[in-house]
C-alpha cells in the first residue's frame, strides 16, 4: 500500500456568489485564509452553484491549497447536500442539472443579498439571475444518482441540524441512497449525536466535519483529516469510501 499523508481539509464553504454569503467571502480571503490557517484541501460549495468554485480553481492552479469544485444543492425534500465533481466536462453536467431543476424566482437584493462571482481581483465575471436558495425539482435520490453517474462526491450536509438535513426533513436514512459520506456541523457534540442516531447508520459509515463558512469569522472553524498518499480528486473519493487503506478522521 501507498504511504499515507495527513491532510487537513474543510469541504463546505460558501462565497459571495451565495446569497447569503458576506460580501467578505471571495477568493482572495479565501485562498489566503486557507494558506494561513493550514488547510491542504477546501471544498466551494455555494448555494446551487459551481461558478465561484472553479474560478477559485482556475486562480490556484496546481498551487495551495487543493480545491474541490460543486455545489450546496438543496432538493426537493428541502435537504441540503453536497456535491463535487472533478473535471470540467463533469461540472458542466453537474451545472446544467442544476440549471435544469432550478426554479425561475428572480433575486431580490434587498431581501437576499447579492450573487456575484467575482475574480482575483473582485471584478464581477457573473452573476446569477435567479435566487440560489431555492429547492430544485429533484429529490434526494435523483441528485445522488446523478451525482453517481457522472463520477462525483454526494454528501448529506450538516445531518445533526434541526432544519434542512436529512434526519429533519426525512427523518431516517434511505436504505438505497448512495452517498460518500455524512456531514456534521462545526459545533455538534459527535459523541451525543452517535448516542441518539448512531443506529440509523451503517458500521462503516465516514463522517466529515465542516465549517460550512458563509463569514469570514466562520472560516477554518473545522476540520477532517484525509489520510492518502496525495492530494487529488480521485484519492479524496477513495478516503471517503475507506477504499484502498484511505480513510478519513475527525481528530
Not at 98 to 119: C, K, R, S, T
Not at 130 to 153: C, K, N, P, Y
Not at 210 to 234: K, L
Request: charged content about 25%; glycine content about 8%.
Amino acid at each position: 500500500m501507498a504511504e499515507l499523508n495527513r491532510f487537513r481539509a474543510d469541504l463546505h464553504n460558501h462565497t459571495f456568489l451565495s446569497p447569503c454569503g458576506d460580501i467578505g467571502m471571495v477568493p482572495s480571503f479565501i485562498v489566503d485564509s486557507a494558506l494561513r490557517k493550514g488547510f491542504d484541501i477546501i471544498g466551494i460549495t455555494d448555494h446551487n452553484s459551481t461558478i465561484q468554485g472553479r474560478e477559485i480553481r482556475r486562480i490556484v492552479g496546481d498551487g495551495e491549497p487543493f480545491v474541490l469544485c460543486g455545489a450546496e444543492i438543496t432538493t426537493r425534500e428541502e435537504v441540503h447536500c453536497i456535491v463535487f465533481a472533478n473535471g470540467e466536462d463533469e461540472l458542466d453536467r453537474l451545472q446544467r442539472f442544476i440549471d435544469d431543476a432550478l426554479p425561475h424566482v428572480p433575486n431580490d437584493e434587498e431581501v437576499f443579498g447579492y450573487q456575484l462571482a467575482v475574480d482575483m481581483n473582485e471584478e464581477v465575471i457573473y452573476e446569477a439571475p435567479w435566487l440560489l436558495i431555492s429547492a430544485i425539482d429533484r429529490t434526494i435520490g435523483e441528485v445522488s444518482a446523478f451525482v453517481d453517474s457522472i463520477g462525483g462526491i454526494f454528501i448529506p450536509a450538516h445531518i445533526d441540524k434541526r432544519h434542512n438535513s436529512l434526519l429533519s426533513q426525512l427523518g431516517f436514512l434511505p436504505a438505497d441512497l448512495r452517498f460518500d459520506a455524512l456531514e456534521i456541523s462545526a459545533g455538534c457534540d459527535f459523541k451525543a449525536f452517535m448516542g441518539s442516531y448512531g443506529p440509523l447508520f451503517p458500521r462503516d459509515v465516514t463522517f466529515v466535519r465542516s465549517s460550512d463558512a458563509h463569514y469570514p469569522e466562520d472560516f477554518g472553524r473545522a476540520e477532517t483529516f484525509f489520510h492518502i498518499p496525495h492530494r487529488s480528486f480521485a484519492e479524496v473519493k477513495k478516503a471517503l469510501r475507506r477504499e484502498d487503506g484511505r480513510f478519513v478522521s475527525l481528530y
